[in-house]
């Protein structure tokens, strides 16, 4: 048997830090909790927003009775999400970037089609900008 000589290269990437300011969070902020049918189970999204500026600043999906592994997901989602907004990242896209995610089984809830727990986070960012947008 023939052993072939495995040659490491090392390449030196440099690294730019891109920094981006973050905003700071109130000690007062306002939200609203959706609550959705989701396959996994009863998904609950708070969305909250500074009432100054009009912005959301951050996500927080609790989804209920599914196991720890939905919740750790879920919960990863929120966190990801909030630090986007935290960072100036467009609710908007946030908003479509989340709707894309399908699975495999659709539930009407709240009389909306709810495809997956991210597409019920979506819906939830989209009726909490209609609030933000009403005011």
Known sequence: MKLKKVIQIKHKISTTAWKV???????????????YKTVEGTLYVTVN???????????IPIIGHSGQIPQ?????????????????YSPYNLKR????????????????????VPYAIGLAIEETLKILEAK
């Open 21 to 35: 300011a973050k905003i700071s969070r109130p000690k007062i902020i306002k939200g609203i909790t959706i609550q």
């Open 97 to 116: 970037m989340l709707k894309r995610q399908q699975a495999g089984q659709i539930i009407y809830s709240n009389g909306k089609k709810v495809k997956s």
């Open 72 to 88: 750790c997901w879920c919960n990863t989602v929120g966190k990801i999400s909030s630090s986007l907004l935290k960072r100036n």
């Open 49 to 59: 927003w500074d009432d100054t500026t009009q912005q959301i600043i951050e996500i």
